[in-house]
């Protein structure tokens, strides 16, 4: 069981808002001094309202669930529990490795995410069976975490 915070209470009584109304993270773009067609906001804020363009094709969220059999750089294989192989794309090295969450041959795993454009299955979330120890990798739009903000956006921590 996951939990996604809209807003978190911070120890001054101060609301850090992390999620749009419509639970979009704004990490991912979805506010950072642009109005709600994109633009520049002329002074400086963010009204939540502008959905970042997503980098990829998302047409369902798929869960499977497998044995890691081999890891390269980017790519982890996994021996699913319904007896196939299927690679699956895990993005940038170090942004994974930067969640602090690692992955061995034989760790069993669950891994959200959806068939790219070119056939290939791309990770949005891994978790880890055996701990429940998990890393996002893209957000609900399919945009890689590790790309910032989004277009325009400011920041990207």
Excluded: C, K
């Amino acid at each position: 069981d996951q939990y996604h915070a809209a807003s978190v209470t911070l120890e001054n009584g101060q609301v850090l808002t992390v999620r749009s109304a419509d639970g979009m993270p704004l990490w991912s773009g979805g506010a950072g001094g642009y109005d709600g067609a994109g633009n520049p906001d002329a002074n400086g804020l963010a009204d939540g309202s502008h959905t970042p363009q997503p980098q990829a094709q998302v047409d369902e969220w798929i869960t499977v669930e497998g044995t890691i059999t081999a890891m390269t750089r980017n790519m982890i294989t996994l021996q699913t529990t319904g007896g196939e192989t299927l690679t699956v794309q895990a993005g940038q090295p170090r942004f994974m490795a930067s969640q602090g969450v690692t992955f061995q041959i034989g760790d069993e795993v669950s891994v959200l995410g959806f068939y790219g454009e070119n056939g290939q299955f791309v990770a949005a979330e891994i978790t880890q069976l055996s701990t429940g120890l998990s890393v996002m990798l893209r957000d609900p739009n399919g945009r890689p975490l590790w790309a910032g903000p989004g277009a325009q956006g400011q920041g990207g921590h």
